[in-house]
């Protein structure tokens, strides 16, 4: 079975074919700037092949014309054509309330989902687009699958999820803590309870610390989300490249008040000019950070910092909510390559009897566990593989037809 995966952007459609005979990704790629100048394609395949290219896709359908031309045909072709594809799964951002596992699509869920739109106005209007898009491509015998990266946290309790507003707004808008980079989470926290060796996650206390441009975490128990970082919005939670994550909110409308700035505007702020860029002041990515940080920039070393104690202050809080904790996961790309980061981490969490493996630690991008033989707290570097979560989970719902 061969199964092509898709996360469509407002204009972008990343794509991944794997072959699940195996689960061997076959091919991935990216339709960049779709709908507008400058589009671009890039595409690549397991054995190496490498293609990037200008193109102008004036919608996301044209955009999958482009990705059945790469996968089928030329010097990276990997199939003979899209009869070969058995199922696609999409991945959409917001489930809200309404989905709390991954579904088969229909008329219905695409209609549910555009009604999360407001939720998510610029994840969730560009999924559909990329679910219809796929249908035109494909036609309706193919089966679709929507995997939503809200509910592995749908576990929450209400304690967890609601914030001190009044209960009115969540009746009328819905407006709780939903949590994101679900399929991140709920995938390296079942291999780290596999390499705890209880695979089926019963009686494990794992917190899994997605850190990357976008970063959150996430308090498992018994393999089941009791509490994340991540609110309403990817926006809360600890500071990120360009997000500022939580603030007191009255430090927004003071803001406001005294710049003269929109509800839009300051959005435009929280999300895109804060965090660690808006701190440093040198870039939003880490690489750039770090580097002026060790050349002896005091902002960059105080956005590092910042973002250290913030994540440090999750952990802390997060063990507590579990009642201890076996193991600390660190995934995504500044979780799985940050070496610096994950040995102070580790370093200030030595009250808990946590030690660090130093030599292990001194890796990029592989499974290994990083905590010493003689830590009471286990800790591993488990790269993410939310493609094959939904892969998995497409799969699965296909079968069961």
């Known amino acids: 079975m061969k199964i092509l995966v898709i996360n469509a952007g407002s204009s972008s459609l990343k794509y991944q074919l794997i072959d699940m005979d195996g689960e061997k990704m076959l091919a991935k790629g990216l339709c960049g700037r779709i709908g507008i100048d400058g589009g671009y394609f890039d595409h690549k395949t397991a054995d190496g092949y490498h293609t990037h290219y200008d193109v102008q896709m004036k919608d996301h359908t044209a955009a999958f014309a482009e990705v059945k031309k790469a996968l089928t045909e030329g010097e990276g072709k990997v199939i003979d054509s899209f009869d070969e594809v058995t199922a696609i799964g999409h991945r959409i951002v917001q489930g809200g309330a309404i989905f709390d596992k991954s579904v088969l699509v229909d008329e219905k869920v695409i209609a549910d989902i555009e009604s999360l739109i407001p939720l998510a106005p610029l994840h969730n209007a560009a999924h559909v687009q990329g679910i219809r898009a796929a249908i035109e491509t494909f036609g309706k015998d193919v089966p679709e699958v929507v995997v939503f990266d809200t509910s592995f946290h749908a576990t929450m309790p209400p304690k967890a999820y609601l914030w001190g507003l009044p209960y009115e707004y969540y009746e009328k808008y819905a407006v709780r803590r939903y949590g994101f980079h ?77 710049e003269g700035l929109s509800p839009a505007e300051m959005d435009e702020i929280l999300n895109k000019k ?128």
């Open 182 to 258: 679900g399929t991140s989470h709920r995938f390296v926290s079942k291999r780290c309870a596999e390499l705890l060796g209880k695979p089926d996650a019963k009686g494990t206390k794992i917190i899994t610390c997605h850190i990357g441009n976008g970063s959150s975490l996430a308090a498992i128990k018994d393999g089941k989300v009791i509490d994340t970082t991540m609110g309403l919005t990817p926006l809360d939670g600890f500071m990120m490249g360009s997000r500022s994550g939580a603030v007191d909110p009255s430090a927004i409308t003071f803001i406001m008040e005294k």
């Open 274 to 401: 804060s965090g660690m860029l808006g701190i440093s002041g040198v870039s939003s990515d880490d690489r750039d950070v770090t580097k002026a940080m060790t050349e002896g920039h005091e902002m960059a070393k105080l956005a590092w910092d910042m973002r250290e104690y913030q994540i440090l202050k999750y952990i802390g809080g997060f063990v507590t909510a579990l009642g201890g904790v076996d193991a600390i996961v660190f995934t995504a790309g500044i979780g799985e390559n940050q070496i610096q980061l994950r040995k102070e981490i580790m370093e200030n969490l030595a009250y808990m009897g946590m030690t660090l493996n130093e030599e292990n630690n001194n890796t990029r991008g592989q499974e290994i566990e990083i905590s010493g033989a003689d830590s009471a707290v286990r800790a591993f570097v488990i790269p993410t593989n939310e493609e094959l979560v939904i892969a998995r989970d497409t799969k699965a719902i296909v079968e069961a037809l």
